[in-house]
């Protein structure tokens, strides 16, 4: 050893007594929590180093001078780093090792187990993991200390005596491709000698996990230095064999089986040691070795050799070939001998499981079906991978039968060596044994609308996103690749060809999880009410969809209409299925009031109403609930198409005051006219960073909403500590005029509110030689309004355009016309809310 | 002489055996050292071939003839048994009526091995071993002794051969008082007791008669260490000595070089460095060797050693590394005078040592082959024997 690795740092061995002896400071790094983003983060910014320049060159310099590899091996075993750390395949073993396949669970939150209970479950990292290594797997450490890393744990990772380094260069390589510096808290690495007990059983007396690779006696030496508290996680010796029906093989099943006798020189655990027959025969047996021999000589020429036997391990092979050969000559009838220089195959008549010298050379012995059982679990402890070739009448069963005896994996011959990304590993999932699962209970009835209890943390601070602002148009020129487009939305254009907004499932599972915590804090209860979903379904729309799964993660009753056009059946439905609570778009559900007034009046059984997509104003409100004996109206979330749902309302959010669904975005609120952040409580434009989003980015995103941030920021009366905004309305709707920003939107609103029902609109003209502009509004004549009284109300109710006219910036006229003279556009007949006369 | 004389089993077949065997200088080479050793390998193999059908049969397969063995040359051409094979079959040269013990290896790494003596094959290398001593200068008949066993007290009816090794070994000089580091537990089972190993040494020390401690050297090692701890430091009186052998029983993860041992010793018990000595023997090959003052193992009349390149099996030439094997005329109730050991070792000339012996030493090197100390797999397979 001639550096250590302490805090991420590459320190000089003089330093190495002072440090140890810091090691009890160690877990006071716990407090400040190893964020998965912040790993993920630094593996996929090392691994485009990987890929090519000056840290490529260092790895393989490494790797060819002082880990005597040569090239091949050498660009392999940093390929193997390449994929290994793919944020994809990180996630992915996550998902799969943590959340039970579910790649959209965070394993790591205090989320609801369930939600008919207010239980709630998490891991958590078992803290300071200490990682004995093994020395025959030059990736395997530091894959170990990455496996800690991603469950939040600090890593310290003792190498043999004899280490050239290399772990500690991937790791130290890996702290400085962290941009929070928070990782190499996280990271500790040193070659001890074994003898250096006392060293040793300091750094143990501290761990709360001690995962250890190697041998027998190894594992036992360090068990006894190990301490209560510390969670044993043993990688033991493991042995592997094959097992086949004689009258289930060809020449492609011994192919493959003398493949996986050369590969590797049988270094790996699950190369077969033994190769078991299903025969009680003895010439059946010695049949199948003969065929084998020719075919394993053939492929052993093939197959280079990847090293010779060391001399322990020569003496090993010729030790047995011996002893085999001499148990030939004691009986001819209970062992025979086929071998080549390069490669043995000893059939022995009795069963038992034993290991090879390995170097390619494999027992051959008989185990019939029935004495599975028998014969292999007093070896449980040993075995890992059986490699079967049987009739596929049988398959199951002796699966089945080898899995009782202690066989955790099974795969065909020819695959025993590969596996698969998220594959348990001897029986259980890596991940999992780093941690630990916390529960909480806490049936108290304020945690009923909660989804999850991260909602009630401090905050974290999280670093600002960096990079341009997008807009819309930016966004839909990405190119997305197709392992990330799972589902396709249509991303609004009213104009020609749709625009699409690409999800993969995860992504969008997660963000229904998100807003499904979201609808709850809205006061939907899935243990009492019956939702009937109508939002729009087919034709690219997500929100039907998007309401299901919401429904559906809540475990929430629902009645599944969409934007049914027949009234009478949906509301006859609703009374009929004792619906209490409806989800739609106002503009449908205020028809369906209407159509079948009578009929909902007299059922009085909807509760709950949770609207999306457009606004409910004060009035309609009010109209609902004293109708129709609605109690609670409350917006169902706010998204767009592109970055999914954003923000949602809890109880005591009203109007257009949300919560970021901040496990999902990170929101910035820019100001109108240039890319500062707003000061204080200013209107500025929302612009939102994903934090899961694949494929399709969300960087900056401009959503072209108008919002501001509200006074309760962080002390809602809810308990949540998500930031907390209000809607203000979208940027088309400002104009600015006499250096003023009107938000044509608030000016409605306000009118809306005082119960005018019809539309205005904003005419923007210079004055003539003053400066300043003429705002003028422009209100529909039939209505019967006074245009004073119009104006009278606009000044009032807004600050801004009060001040610019007290100011003199602005003249503000207000003027009622036949509808008939409100500008509309051409195509979509839709009225235009501004008008901008300046040349 | 202490040890009953041995009765050769055949004169008229092994006349060459028992003049090897009884060779009362184990050092002493002579101008007919060579052909008597020759003589006596050929008769041995004659008597195997003719009583026991495994050996004729291996003989047969390597197309071997004890007439061959024209000089020491084509020593190497006797099939060689590996020590493990014993531990597998009982192979016997003799009728069970003329075997006198049944010895079982203590088995390093948990296999027992059973192996038959007859009189002569028990009562030769007792023999060899008291000359070893005498040429120490060990057998001391007037002198009163302290002896510490390192080793397994024994059961009313024990047939362990360390412990039938050691309690004979304390007929050299008559005993004063005996005591046993690894006692009895009354279950079958023993434990290393410490303390009383401690308290044993500390009341020696006070005493004018020398002490002498035998056994495995696990346990000397951790009463030593112990004593280090709590500054426990003693001087035996002069005339004791230290002879170890048997090898660290389990504890090879936590063994120690020779040398820094004996310097413990010395440095805890006054012992000096020259009467700290080592042993090596085994059940399957009983010639008892014994290092020399410079500690080196020399090889004795009685047999010849022969290191086996681990692949080919060709002997080398000095200082390389292989196989230990071992050959000796001395038994004939089991074919074993042509023993592969389990062990790697390398064979070096006398004037490497210097200690005046003129025969060559060997050194082991450690276990042969990978059951004991790979990492992976193959660590299991002790326990996958014991599970047969």
């Known amino acids: 050893m001639k550096q250590f690795l302490w805090q991420g740092e590459l320190c000089a061995l003089s330093l190495w007594t002072e440090k140890v002896k810091e090691i009890e400071k160690v877990r006071s790094h716990l407090l400040n929590p190893l964020e998965l983003d912040t790993v993920l983060k630094a593996c996929t910014s090392l691994q485009n180093q990987l890929r090519e320049g000056a840290l490529r060159e260092t790895f393989l310099t490494t790797l060819l001078e002082k880990g005597n590899l040569d090239e091949k091996e050498s660009k392999e075993t940093i390929e193997e780093i390449i994929s290994f750390i793919d944020r994809k395949t990180l996630e992915e073993k996550i998902a799969r090792e943590l959340c039970a396949g579910d790649a959209s669970r965070s394993a790591f939150r205090l989320e609801r187990a369930t939600y008919q209970q207010n239980i709630f479950e998490a891991w958590q990292p078992l803290g300071f993991l200490v990682h004995i290594a093994p020395k025959n797997a030059i990736n395997l450490p530091f894959f170990a200390v990455l496996e800690g890393l991603i469950t939040g744990n600090i890593s310290f990772l003792k190498l043999p005596e004899e280490d050239f380094g290399f772990s500690t260069l991937c790791l130290h390589s890996l ?141 090993e092979i010729t030790r047995v070939d011996s002893l085999t050969r001499l148990e030939k000559t004691w009986d001819k009838k209970s062992t025979a001998v086929y071998c080549e220089e390069d490669f043995r195959l000893y059939v022995e008549k009795d069963s038992h499981l034993k290991t090879s010298p390995l170097f390619r050379t494999a027992w051959i012995k008989p185990l019939p079906r ?53 594959e348990p590993h001897d029986g259980v999932y890596a991940l999992e044994r780093f941690c630990k699962r916390v529960s909480v209970r806490l049936e108290g009835s304020e945690t009923n609308f909660l989804g999850s209890l991260e909602e009630w943390a401090t905050p974290k601070e999280s670093l600002p996103p960096k990079g341009e602002v997008q807009n819309k148009e930016l966004f839909q020129t990405q190119t997305v690749a197709k392992e990330f487009s799972d589902l396709f939305f249509k991303s609004g254009g009213s104009t020609g060809k749709p625009k699409l907004s690409i999800f993969t499932y995860a992504d969008y599972h997660a963000q229904m999880r998100a807003a499904a915590n979201g609808l709850l804090a809205a006061g939907l209860d899935p243990k009492t009410d019956r939702a009937v979903n109508f939002f729009a379904a087919g034709g690219l729309y997500g929100g039907f969809l998007s309401f299901f799964t919401i429904l559906e993660t809540l475990k929430a009753p629902q009645i599944p209409m969409a934007m049914h056009p027949d009234f009478s059946f949906v509301a006859e439905s609703i009374v009929q299925l004792k619906a209490t609570a409806l989800l739609g778009m106002p503009s449908y559900l205020l028809r369906l009031f209407e159509e079948e007034k009578d009929t909902l009046k007299n059922y009085r059984g909807i509760k709950k109403i949770f609207y999306g997509g457009e606004h409910l104003n004060p009035a309609q ?104 905004f209000e809607l203000r309305g979208r940027t088309g709707d400002i104009f600015r005029a006499g250096g003023f920003f009107i938000n044509s939107r608030n000016l409605t609103r306000t009118l809306s509110n005082e119960g005018y029902p019809g539309e205005v609109q904003f005419l923007i003209q210079s004055r003539k030689h003053v400066g300043g502009d003429t705002v003028l509004l422009r209100a529909s004549e039939s209505i019967g309004w006074d245009p004073e009284r119009i104006r009278s109300l606009c000044l009032a109710h807004d600050k801004t355009l009060f001040e610019a006219v007290q100011e003199n910036e602005i003249t503000f006229i207000c003027e009622v016309v036949p509808k008939s003279d409100l500008l509309r556009s051409e195509r979509t007949s839709k009225l235009k809310l501004i008008l901008d006369e300046r040349q | 002489m202490l040890v009953d004389f041995p009765k050769n089993p055949n004169p008229l077949l092994l006349s060459n055996v028992e003049r090897v065997c009884l060779e009362p200088l184990p050092y002493a080479y002579h101008e007919e050292s060579d052909t008597v050793f020759l003589s006596a390998m050929r008769e041995i193999i004659s008597w195997h071939k003719e009583y026991s059908p495994f050996y004729r049969s291996l003989l047969e397969e390597n197309n071997f003839n004890e007439g061959s063995l024209k000089n020491t040359r084509d020593l190497d051409k006797i099939p060689a048994i590996p020590a493990e094979f014993f531990k597998r079959h009982e192979i016997i040269s003799r009728s069970q009526k003329e075997i006198a013990l049944t010895l079982t290896s203590s088995g390093t790494s948990g296999q027992k091995s059973k192996i038959s003596f007859d009189e002569w094959s028990i009562r030769a290398p007792q023999s060899m071993l008291e000359r070893q001593f005498e040429l120490n200068g060990w057998v001391t008949a007037d002198t009163k002794t302290n002896y510490l066993l390192y080793t397994y007290e024994s059961e009313p009816t024990t047939s362990l051969g360390t412990s039938y090794t050691d309690l004979f070994l304390c007929r050299f000089a008559p005993v004063k008082n005996v005591e046993f580091a690894l006692k009895r537990t009354g279950k079958g089972g023993h434990e290393f007791d410490c303390y009383g190993s401690i308290r044993a040494l500390q009341e020696f020390s006070t005493e004018e008669s020398p002490t002498r401690i035998f056994g495995f050297p696990s346990f000397l090692f951790f009463t030593l260490e112990r004593m280090k701890d709590l500054n426990i430091k003693l001087t035996l009186p002069k005339g004791s000595f230290v002879f170890l052998g048997g090898g660290w029983k389990g504890f090879q993860g936590k063994s120690i070089s020779n040398e820094a041992l004996t310097a413990l010793v010395t440095d805890r018990l006054g012992i000096p460095f020259e009467n700290v000595r080592d042993g090596y023997g085994a059940v399957e090959h009983c010639i008892p060797y014994v290092d020399c003052p410079k500690h080196h193992f020399h090889v004795p009349l009685w047999s010849r050693v022969l290191i086996r390149e681990v692949k080919t099996l060709r002997p080398l030439p000095f200082g390389e590394a292989g196989f230990l094997h071992f050959l000796s005329p001395y038994i004939t109730s089991v074919p074993a005078h042509s023993v592969m050991m389990g062990d790697l070792a390398s064979l070096h000339p006398a004037d490497e040592c210097g200690c005046g012996i003129t025969s060559p030493f060997f050194k082991v090197l450690g276990r042969a082959g990978t059951t004991q100390n790979r990492s992976c797999a193959i660590a299991a397979a002790e326990l996958l024997k014991e599970a047969r």
């Open chain 1, 370 to 422: 029935k004495n599975i059982l028998d014969t292999l679990t007093p070896m449980r402890h040993y075995l890992q991978t059986a490699g079967i070739s049987v009739k596929r009448e049988n398959l199951t069963d002796t699966i089945k039968l080898l899995n009782t005896a202690g066989v955790n994996r099974v795969t065909e011959i020819g695959t025993m060596l590969s596996s698969y990304a998220g």
């Open chain 1, 621 to 724: 409100i009010e109209y609902l609930k004293h109708t129709f004996g609605i109690e609670h109206i409350q917006s169902a979330a706010y998204g767009g198409n592109d970055t999914g749902p954003i923000g949602f309302q809890c109880l005591h959010s009203q109007g257009g005051v949300h919560h970021l669904l901040e496990e999902l975005h990170q929101m910035e609120i820019l100001r109108l006219d240039s890319d500062e952040h707003v000061k204080g409580q200013e209107e500025g434009r929302i612009v939102l960073t994903s934090k899961i989003r694949h494929g399709q980015n969300i960087s900056r995103y401009d959503t072209e909403d108008v919002g501001r941030w509200t006074l309760d920021n962080g002390q809602c009366p809810c308990g949540r500590r998500q930031p907390k």
């Open chain 1, 175 to 315: 702290a400085a491709n962290d941009e929070t510096r928070n990782l190499k808290n996280y990271l500790y690495a040193a070659a001890l000698s074994p003898k250096d007990h006392n060293t040793l059983q300091a750094i143990l007396r501290e761990a709360d996990g001690v995962s250890v690779w190697g041998g027998e006696g190894a594992l036992e030496a360090i068990r006894q230095l190990t301490p209560l508290h510390a969670r044993w996680i043993d990688w033991g010796p493991k042995i592997s064999f094959a097992y086949l029906d004689p009258a289930a093989i060809n020449e492609k099943t011994l192919e493959n089986l003398a493949r996986e006798i050369c590969a590797f020189e049988q270094q790996s655990c699950s190369s077969p040691q033994v190769i078991y027959v299903d025969t009680e025969d003895w010439d059946t047996l010695n049949a199948f070795a003969k065929n084998l021999f020719p075919i394993l000589k053939k492929i052993s020429q093939e197959t280079p050799r990847l090293k010779s036997p060391q001399l322990n391990e020569q003496a």
